[in-house]
């Protein structure tokens, strides 16, 4: 049986990052109320009484990751190990909003890299993603942020990165497809250059013990 995931493989130039500051920001709520009304709605109504600073609150959560500091996030947790085996984060759940239309994706990201003289806290990896995944993000530069991040951070052999989204704007709306999916690749130093690792990486990815 045909999958009807559509594959995309993306490249790895790096993306700007722009940062956001909340200094000095106006409230969103007050832009809530307006759209409200704009929509054909009291915003006065008992059940929208209190939307506005609801959604103030969510969009800032969700989009919490333009002030993300990766230092922090990393406190340190860069450790000199003698390890030459490749090192894998996979099934790391992650939400985002699609830049198009504001409309959440959501998936599960795999992420690998082979170290050369440093490797990283291993929960430092799923809180990368988080990072870049709140913000408003398109999957494929979601997916090369992460790689990037890591390839600059720790200087690795290789780092390899695969995202499987489900996107809203496709389901609900437009071709209105609820059964598809999109996946993303970004492969980089020894996973771009050799094929045996990077059928390593695919083979680790797919594998599913009873542990997990």
Same mark, same amino acid.
């Given at each position: 049986?045909? #999958? ?11 993306? +700007?990052?722009?940062?956001? #500051? !909340? @200094? ?16 054909? @709605? ?12 609801? *959604? ?18 990393l406190n340190g947790a860069l450790y000199e190990v003698k390890y030459d085996e490749m090192v894998v984060v996979k099934d790391i759940e992650f939400f985002s909003l699609c830049e198009h239309h504001m409309l959440p994706f959501y998936g599960k990201m795999h992420v690998a890299y082979? +170290? ?12 990368? *993603? ?14 090369? !942020?992460?790689?990037?991040?890591? !390839? @600059?951070?720790? !200087? ?48 680790? *990815? ?7």
């Amino acid at each position: 049986m045909k #999958s009807n995931k559509a594959v995309v493989k993306v490249m790895s130039p790096k993306s +700007p990052d722009h940062r956001v #500051s !909340q @200094e000095g920001a106006k409230p969103i709520a007050p832009l809530i109320e307006e759209l409200l009304t704009l929509l054909g @709605e009291d915003p006065r109504r008992d059940g929208l009484a209190r939307t506005p600073e609801r *959604v103030d609150k969510a969009l800032k959560f969700l989009t919490s990751g333009y002030r993300g500091d990766i230092s922090k996030i990393l406190n340190g947790a860069l450790y000199e190990v003698k390890y030459d085996e490749m090192v894998v984060v996979k099934d790391i759940e992650f939400f985002s909003l699609c830049e198009h239309h504001m409309l959440p994706f959501y998936g599960k990201m795999h992420v690998a890299y082979l +170290p050369g003289q440093k490797v990283i806290g291993l929960s430092k990896i799923p809180r990368l *993603v988080d990072m870049f995944a709140r913000r408003l993000q398109i999957q494929e530069r979601l997916t090369q !942020q992460v790689a990037q991040t890591i !390839q @600059e951070v720790i !200087q690795p052999l290789g780092v390899g990165v695969i995202c499987e989204a489900k996107h809203f704007c496709m389901m609900m709306r437009g071709v209105e497809k609820q059964h598809s999916g999109a996946m993303t690749s970004a492969m980089l130093g020894a996973f771009r250059d050799r094929k045996d690792t990077r059928d390593e990486f695919l083979s680790l *990815v797919n594998h599913r013990s009873n542990g997990f």
